[in-house]
């Protein structure tokens, strides 16, 4: 069973997978660092991640991303 996520979860995690940091998703996407860190512990609850590592982890596991 997969996760839900929502779009903008998605592209926090994309980038996040991609190595980015939070400023900068936060500036690329158009929102504030604050959303992005509520995003990521809302996603860390949701998969029952430790941290950002495990939580990309399990959304490729999940194949929430790719």
Aim: hydrophobic share 40%; charged share 20%.
């Amino acid at each position: 069973m997969s996760i839900h996520v929502t779009p903008r979860e998605k592209e926090v995690l994309v980038h996040l997978s991609n190595g980015k940091t939070t400023d900068l998703i936060g500036e690329i996407l158009g929102i504030r660092a604050n959303t992005i860190n509520t995003y990521k512990r809302e996603m860390m609850d949701r998969f029952g991640a430790a941290n950002v590592t495990s939580l990309v982890a399990a959304a490729l596991r999940q194949g929430v991303i790719t």
